[in-house]
């Protein structure tokens, strides 16, 4: 069945009945509050207080203040007209440690949010750890260490007891990915490690986190729907070199197929496995059960997508030079020996990513051929822009608009693809603290002043509620935003 209408102003995208429209967040970028109601220490605040870890100084201590201004927040998802409201749980409010007893305050306050939530008619979308591991677990080895995912476990367990009987769409982990890679590998995130074989250790341990959770949610909440979510990259060759062509799907092992067929096959891609053979511990860590326990059936996957990328063997940074691209100097893993190109022309957001829509369409096609047709919901997607409030109070980000209406668009094409996507989620309700980046990057459909924490509606916020209450969005191709 065509889901197109024309009207006045071009064609229209109609989504299919009961599509779920919804903004995300996470707790250490919003919730402030860091040493209130006797919360734990996080990675996040340790690293975030390290000279020079994070742009301009900046930490997560105050954020958004969305510890004390929850209700306003609250008020702003109902105007907005969001059927869901994906948030994630800091899990040294629950559990200050890491281990032991839960902290009731801290479940008082979740409770307090997902209660609010339903009294709006706003579904609860809950990611378990979103990357505020309690530091006391870190001090003990952190994610690369199987300890870890056995205390998430436990964890896990309280949060499903607590709220259980309220939240039915759950989320096990937001981009391991970034966890392993830039907390253990790269060292950009926390804890700021730099060391390949304990980045490969932390991407099996929260898989095997993962795997840990599912039946625990399913066996406290019967009518859990349980997923995770993962940060995918459509990689494209720079040319179809042969080099060239290994580069990308290099890449691709790393960001993707690490994640994807443990998940959904049940197994390390060979190559990958080959690759970090050298790097220890590595994935010596896997033990006999543990890929069982990491493929256990899901109920929806989760999809986390940004920009595209293109990339060249390191051997060949000087021919695409050539041929007219600007090749982005060093790689955070230089054993993956890959260089990233900029597409000549292509527009950028402030994060300096590409903007290019059709790879959402062709990474969702993929998906589906290659790993799962379940459920999918975007969990994520957004721009950073350099967005300000004008003379007369208003922050008109056409950008952001423009961004948006391209990706909805590559989605809606997905679906006409066959692709079984059942929502989509914005990033972000609110301008926050972007990790390393600190308060440099707003990613918001609501401007945040912080000094004040006042809360502005950016032309974006109206766009979206228009799009939402319509289930439909005017088609755009993707050709970057001006």
């Not at 092992?253 to 096959?265: I, K, Q, T």
């Amino acid at each position: 069945m065509s889901m197109h209408s024309t009207h006045e102003g071009g064609t229209s995208l109609v989504f299919p009945p009961g599509f779920l429209w919804g903004t995300a967040t996470a707790s250490y970028q919003i919730e402030g509050a860091v040493h209130e109601d006797e919360r734990g220490t996080s990675i996040w605040d340790t690293f975030s207080h390290q000279p020079g870890a994070v742009w301009n100084g900046d930490n997560g201590d105050v954020g958004c203040d969305h510890y004390h201004r929850v209700n306003e927040d609250l008020d702003l998802l109902a105007e907005l007209d969001v059927a869901a409201y994906r948030f994630s749980i800091a899990w040294p409010r629950v559990q200050p440690t890491g281990s032991g007893p839960a902290n009731q305050k801290g479940l008082d306050f979740y409770r307090r949010l997902v209660d609010g939530l339903l009294a709006r008619d706003i579904e609860p979308t809950v990611t378990l750890y979103h990357w505020d591991l309690p530091q006391p677990l870190e001090d003990k080895g952190g994610w690369w260490v199987r300890e870890t995912a056995e205390r998430y476990a436990d964890y896990v367990d309280i949060v499903a007891r607590a709220l259980g009987s309220d939240v039915e769409r759950w989320i096990t982990l937001n981009e391991p990915w970034c966890s392993s890679w830039l907390g253990y590998g790269a060292g950009r995130h926390a804890p700021g490690i730099q060391d390949i074989g304990k980045a490969a250790a932390a991407n099996h341990h929260l898989l095997l986190a993962h795997g840990l959770a599912v039946p625990i949610l399913r066996s406290t909440i019967s009518s859990a729907k349980v997923g995770i979510t993962l940060n995918l990259g459509d990689y494209q060759p720079g040319s179809q070199h042969e080099l060239d062509i290994a580069a990308a799907h290099r890449a691709d092992g790393n960001l993707n197929r690490l994640f994807l067929e443990p998940v959904f096959h049940g197994q390390y891609p060979e190559d990958m496995l080959e690759h970090y053979r050298d790097s220890k511990p590595g994935f010596s860590v896997i033990r006999d059960g543990d890929l069982e326990i990491i493929s256990q059936p899901l109920d929806f996957l989760g999809v986390n997508y940004y920009f595209p990328s293109t990339v060249v063997d390191v051997s060949r940074a000087k021919e695409a030079r050539v041929a007219g691209y600007f090749v982005a100097p060093g790689e955070q893993f230089p054993d993956l020996r890959v260089r990233s190109l900029e597409t000549p022309g292509r527009d950028k957001t402030a994060m300096d990513w590409e903007i290019e829509a059709s790879g959402l369409t062709s990474l969702l096609i993929r998906i589906r051929e290659e790993y799962t047709t379940l459920p999918i919901y975007i969990t994520e997607n957004g721009a950073a822009f350099d967005d300000y409030v004008d003379p007369n109070g208003d922050v008109k980000d056409h950008n952001r608009v423009a961004y948006l209406q391209e990706h909805i668009s590559a989605v809606r094409d997905a679906i006409d693809a066959g692709v079984n996507v059942q929502g989509y989620f914005v990033w972000s309700l609110l301008d926050n603290f972007e990790w390393a980046l600190g308060y440099s990057r707003r990613f918001g459909i609501v401007w945040v002043d912080f000094p004040s924490g006042a809360r502005l509606k950016k032309a974006s916020f109206a766009w979206y509620r228009d799009t939402i209450q319509s289930n439909s969005v005017e088609y755009a191709t993707s050709v970057g935003s001006s």
